[in-house]
């Protein structure tokens, strides 16, 4: 679990203590954070923008397997996957805030690695952890953290947005998450089994997607300074298909996507064709690739043109055409709302 050699028990801290450390290794960075952690409540300034708040719980066992997840990693996810929320509203993210259940079999020096991380998450993307809250947990490590961010209003894109015949752009490449976690999952099995060391090797990309996402905040950062606003966006989470359907039925509308334009980088490729999986199928339902999905006015399309980290994968249309995947031949497929736990049978 820690591979540090030193255990000192939880305990031997108290609360109050572990509080105290944590607090010490923090620097405020936004003016917009007027109190930090050490009284009944955080104090923030919106400073005349409208705030944006989410929160996203990990549960041991549900959301991720500390056999294969070092701490340090699951720190850095935990803050990442709220940023992304953030992102997704076309606004900033500035403040975080962390709920933790922690289990006597977690010493202090596991405390700090997780927190090693989650602090690695917010000095990469400008944030504050600016309070939270410790219990103990007899049911394995929880983590609940809270995000808040800021953007004018008019700044602010919701998935309500999209117009009939806009187009559907996703960021970056999909599916690699969910085949960082096919390999995870083969080699703790085969470590379950035989007792043999993990043979991760090959398959970096793919680990990292799963181990260490990124939210995309240079991918808000690009369309700002492209002048392009989207009408409608979402992070992929849960899966594109999930996503798009999103999309489409906060707004009204139907959508198409085609299976061809789907952005798979070749190493998620291979490594589907591996387990005998279909890559388009990883790619729609696979989860946690933390891309975003938005869509734009056909108007707009010059100024993405080529770029490489968007592509068009397909447009919205009528709600009477219904949600669809189109094949190379023309064919129609369903999409349905998998989502990545359906897809994984986890509980
Ligand atoms: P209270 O009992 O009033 O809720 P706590 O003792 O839980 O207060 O928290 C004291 C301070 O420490 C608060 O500012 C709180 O936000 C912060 N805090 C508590 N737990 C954490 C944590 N896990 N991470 C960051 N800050 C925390
Ligand atoms: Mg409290």
């Known amino acids: 679990m820690s591979d540090t050699t030193s255990r000192t028990e939880l305990s031997a801290l108290g609360e109050f203590g572990l509080i105290e450390r944590l607090a010490s290794s ?9 109190k930090g952690i050490g009284d009944d409540a955080a104090v923030i300034d919106p400073e005349g923008l409208q705030q944006v708040v989410t929160t996203d719980m990990l549960l041991e066992g549900v959301h991720f397997d500390l056999g294969y997840v070092p701490l340090k ?44 991380g989650m602090l690695l998450a917010c000095k990469n993307y400008g944030v504050d952890l ?13 983590i609940g953290v809270t995000a808040i961010g800021a953007a004018k209003a008019e700044d602010i894109v919701y998935r309500n947005g999209a117009k009939d015949n806009e187009l559907l752009v996703v960021s970056g490449d999909l599916g690699g998450a969910y085949m960082g976690l096919q390999i995870l999952e083969r080699e703790k099995a085969v470590f379950t089994e035989t ?15 799963q181990l260490k ?40 509308l139907g959508v198409r996507i085609y299976d061809e334009k789907l952005p798979i980088d070749p190493s998620t490729y291979s ?5 005998n999986l279909d890559p388009s199928t990883c ?65």
């Open 130 to 142: 600016v309070g939270g809250d410790t219990c103990s947990s007899r049911s394995g490590l929880v």
């Open 73 to 116: 990693h699951l720190g850095y996810k935990s803050i990442v996957v709220n940023l992304s929320d953030v992102y997704a509203m076309n606004a900033t993210p500035r403040q975080v805030t962390v709920a933790l259940g922690l289990s006597n079999r977690f010493p202090v020096e596991a405390v700090d690695e997780l927190y090693e």
């Open 271 to 275: 490594t589907a064709r591996d387990f």
């Open 283 to 347: 790619a729609l339902n696979g989860g946690e690739d933390y891309e975003l999905l938005f869509t734009i006015a056909q108007s707009d399309f010059d100024k993405i043109k080529g770029n490489p980290s968007l592509t068009v994968i397909g447009h919205m249309c009528d709600v009477a055409n219904g949600y669809f995947l189109v094949n190379k031949e023309g064919g129609l497929h369903a999409l349905t709302a998998q989502g990545w736990d359906a897809f994984l049978k986890r509980g």
């Open 195 to 209: 007792g043999s060391q993990p043979d991760l090797a090959g398959h970096d990309y793919i680990l990292e997607r």
């Open 26 to 34: 923090i620097q405020l960075q936004h003016a917009s954070s007027v």
């Open 213 to 252: 996402p990124e939210a995309r905040k240079d991918i808000i950062e690009l369309l700002r300074k492209l002048e392009v606003k989207p009408t409608s966006m979402i992070d992929i989470s849960d899966g594109l298909a999930s996503e798009a359907l999103h999309l489409a039925r906060a707004s009204g």
